[in-house]
């Protein structure tokens, strides 16, 4: 079992809708999570750093840490033609002298205008 | 302001010939990492250094794969022998600090290998 889970989609949405992505976690010693864009062809972006568990509003996006449930999720409202793209989700538990993440598979989304 | 840069971009070779991949971290960052992705595996971490010293080496495939980091503007990775199954993309990522604890990491824009 991989320590981090993400469905690979495709997911494809209609412009304006809400989009919910979605990552699972086995290491509860995970504290700081990411989520990365990544467009074809490009090198992943960071969109969303979350430290612990809680919300964190940028925008149109909102990211979610459940620690409890071992669970993480990026939200998109709004959505735009220009979203389309993987995102990927990161998280380590960042002590000590590392900075190894760990990714999801990403799952990639397209937004139809 | 420039980003890290990667060099080549595209490289196709034929199995058995060695294969450098250098990059240029962003200008003050300490800490530099080598990823690869594939479609299967998604994205790995094959190594990473903090102030030109290699912190974790457990990602690196096997032997046939080395980096180094003579000085903090630049970094190698190189395989030798390549394989086909060392297709994939290889990114460098920098960050100032270690990473991951609320330090962004910066990526490359890749390196495309197929190994033929």
């Known amino acids: 079992q991989k320590e981090v889970e993400q469905d690979p989609g495709p997911l494809s949405v209609p412009e304006g809708a809400i989009v919910s992505l979605n990552c699972t976690y086995s290491?509860?010693?995970?504290?700081?999570f990411m989520w990365y864009r990544q467009y074809s062809r490009k090198g992943p972006e960071l969109l969303m750093y979350?430290?612990?568990?809680g919300n964190k509003e940028d925008g149109r996006f909102t990211a979610q840490v459940d620690k409890s449930s071992k669970y993480i999720s990026l939200f998109i409202r709004d959505s735009q033609p220009s979203d389309s793209a993987t995102y990927l989700c990161a998280m380590t538990h960042g002590s000590g002298n590392t900075g190894k993440l760990i990714f999801g598979q990403g799952t990639t989304l397209q937004v139809k205008p | 302001d420039a980003g890290v840069i990667q060099s080549p971009r595209h490289e196709v070779t034929e199995m058995g010939q060695e294969v450098t991949l250098r990059c240029k971290p962003i200008s003050g960052h300490n800490s530099l990492f080598w990823y690869r992705q594939t479609m299967m595996r998604g994205l790995e971490l094959l190594i990473y250094?903090?102030?030109?010293?290699?912190?974790?080496d457990s990602g690196m495939p096997e032997d046939r794969f080395s980096a180094k980091m003579p000085n903090a503007s630049f970094s190698t990775l190189k395989i030798q022998p390549s394989e086909p199954r060392d297709s994939a993309v290889y990114f460098c990522?920098?960050?100032?600090?270690?990473?991951?604890?609320?330090?962004?990491?910066?990526f490359g824009e890749g390196s495309w290998l197929t190994v033929v």
């Open positions: 979350t430290y612990s568990s």
């Open positions: 990522a920098s960050s100032l600090g270690h990473g991951g604890s609320g330090n962004t990491i910066y």
């Open positions: 250094f903090n102030n030109n010293v290699p912190i974790d």
């Open positions: 290491n509860s010693a995970f504290q700081y």
